[in-house]
């Protein structure tokens, strides 16, 4: 399933697909996410969301539920069940389809690093599944089950670790890229 999915990727990385993902991607970044958390942070300015820390503690996250008051509760249930659905989305299909058109330009098209492009999708499984969680913990509060919040605590430290496994495969995409490029220059000088 994945060397399908791997192969998949490597048929859609194309240069103007890369670019309406990252311009989407920005969009999520620069407008809509913000957008979200001053919705949600409406009772408390200072509360961010459970999502953009590594890891937290069943204490930690339900304190910060308490913080949101119900207008916070309700505009984070009903983000994590739109926007921050679309957006891993979003991401993941970006930084997939970067690693594959990096790597098809600095690797070799047999290597089995090629099918490292499909790390990002390790990401948004994992947030996915946290997002299942946070709405849980959002819907049952004032119930503060310390199981769901530890479950939680482990997709999202998860979700993170995968997220930064393919900004590494991007860095060192980048350099293989790089690489290739100045030895092709190199060749065709001399």
């Known amino acids: 399933m994945l060397t399908r999915l791997s192969e998949t990727l490597h048929k859609y990385a194309k240069g103007w697909l890369m670019l309406v993902l990252f311009l989407l991607d920005g969009l999520f970044i620069g407008l809509i996410m913000p957008g979200l958390q001053k919705r949600m942070q409406a009772a408390n300015p200072t509360a961010g969301p459970l999502d953009l820390m590594f890891f937290y503690t069943p204490d930690k996250a339900y304190s910060m539920i308490a913080s949101y008051g119900d207008q916070g509760r309700a505009a984070y249930r009903t983000g994590e069940l739109t926007l921050d659905i679309i957006y891993p989305i979003v991401y993941t299909l970006f930084f997939s389809l970067l690693i594959t058109w990096l790597f098809r330009r600095g690797l ?9 492009n499909v790390v990002p999708f ?68 001399a």
């Open 122 to 189: 390790g990401a948004l499984a994992f947030d996915l599944l946290e997002n299942a969680c946070i709405v849980a913990m959002l819907s049952l509060y004032p119930s503060t089950p310390a199981g769901l919040a530890w479950t939680a605590a482990v997709f999202t430290m998860t979700k993170w670790l995968y997220a930064g496994a393919g900004m590494v495969l991007i860095l060192i995409g980048i350099a293989v890229a790089v690489r290739a490029g100045l030895r092709q220059g190199l060749k065709s000088q």
């Open 108 to 116: 070799d098209p047999k290597s089995r690093l090629q099918r490292l």
